[in-house]
């Protein structure tokens, strides 16, 4: 995901 | 990944494991809403079908997988289990969780970030689990007793939700570009349902007594 993204998190 | 969050996903952790651990030691799941667990088995499986086409860390990806499985075998023991079964509190049990799919799913459909199978699978997830923790609640409200281990479990649910704000607060602080508002609404929701079982916690906690909920 892009820097800054939500999507990292679980 | 900053402490909070990594306190968060401990929490998170620690939590799935208390109730693991009193299905394990009790061989009973009394108290435990099956519907919440069922919810968020589903909120895991939508929200992780990037699990092999997205790498993010070995870190994510083995507690994604630790997530989806420990979920499932809470699950499986509740429904499977012949003698955790019979423990199980169904007449109290009896929150429209269908509703809950449904609600989320026609958000999902209309608020997303993008127009694409994963992106409406992930709003699916993140609205799902904000509210995912509603017939756990109400089953606790309908028995009015809570046994030590699914206080702490509800307990360590709640505090991994709070740490996660605390979480996005440093990161929109921090990072450039951080601002997903679908995320820290919903999660904002689900901590605010947290709210009135963390004030009946701290009061026992308090005077050292037996968690009991007003009916």
Redo the contacts between chains.
């Keep these: 995901p892009p820097k800054g993204s939500i999507h990292d998190e679980l | 990944m900053n402490i909070f969050?990594f306190a968060g996903?401990m929490t998170?952790l620690i939590s799935i494991l208390v109730l693991l651990l009193k299905i394990y030691a009790t061989k009973s799941c009394s108290g435990i809403s099956r519907k919440t667990q069922e919810l968020y088995a589903l909120v895991f499986l939508a929200r992780y079908v990037?699990i092999f086409t997205?790498f993010?860390?070995v870190y994510?990806t083995i507690?994604?997988i630790v997530?989806i499985a420990s979920t499932l075998a809470i699950v499986w023991c509740m429904r499977g289990h012949r003698v955790v079964r019979r423990s199980y509190d169904k007449e109290l049990d009896t929150f429209r969780h269908y509703f809950l799919i449904a609600a989320s799913l026609v958000l999902a459909l209309l608020v997303h970030e993008k127009f694409t199978f994963q992106e409406i699978l992930?709003a699916f997830s993140i609205y799902l689990e904000a509210v995912a923790i509603l017939p756990q609640l109400v089953l606790l409200q309908r028995s009015g007793n809570v046994d030590n281990l699914t206080g702490q479990y509800v307990f360590f649910l709640g505090a991994y939700r709070g740490l996660?704000i605390l979480?996005?607060i440093y990161?929109y602080f921090t990072?450039?570009?951080?601002?997903?508002w679908i995320?820290c609404v919903s999660g904002l929701v689900q901590t605010a349902l947290y709210a009135d079982f963390f004030y009946y916690y701290f009061l026992s906690w308090k005077n050292n007594a037996k968690l009991k909920l007003p009916a």
Excluded: T, V
């Design positions: 969050r996903d998170h990037d997205e993010i860390s994510n507690m994604k997530f992930w996660y979480n996005w990161r990072e450039p570009h951080f601002s997903r995320a």
